[in-house]
């Protein structure tokens, strides 16, 4: 089990190993020497990473959204994609998850109707 440890410059969480924390950007001075445990389960969580990789394939970085699964058919890029989550797929500020504001003229959040005040898509 790891112990949590803090930055000594802002006393933000620090990540295990990191060189840098993640809240304040300061530079955390690597430790000296790295224990025989911690050198053997580097070893072995890469040994298993790279045995799976082999076995079942490296993993897909871009797997879409629950809005557009296919993401070749996101024309726009906004993540969503079909008729019902995005009636515009030529602007990517329509689209069903989009604020619809009210009396602009435009459908942003493909409800059928320009937006009123208390809309929210």
Do not use: Q, W
Not at 39 to 52: I, Q, R, W
Not at 69 to 84: K, L, M, V
């Amino acid at each position: 089990m790891s112990k949590l440890t803090t930055c000594p410059h802002c006393d933000g969480f620090l990540p295990a190993g990191a060189r840098a924390c993640p809240l304040c950007d300061a530079t955390i001075k690597a430790p000296r020497s790295l224990p025989l445990r911690g050198v053997l389960a580097l070893g072995a969580g890469s040994l298993l990473a790279m045995t799976l990789s082999a076995c079942y394939g490296a993993p897909i970085d871009d797997i879409g959204s629950p809005y557009c699964p296919e993401t070749s058919t996101d024309i726009d890029g906004d993540g969503y994609c079909g008729a019902y989550y995005d009636c515009n797929e030529s602007d990517p500020n329509v689209n069903f998850g989009a604020v619809d504001a009210e009396g602009d003229g435009v459908d942003s959040n493909c409800d059928g109707v320009d937006g009123y005040l208390g809309d929210a898509g």
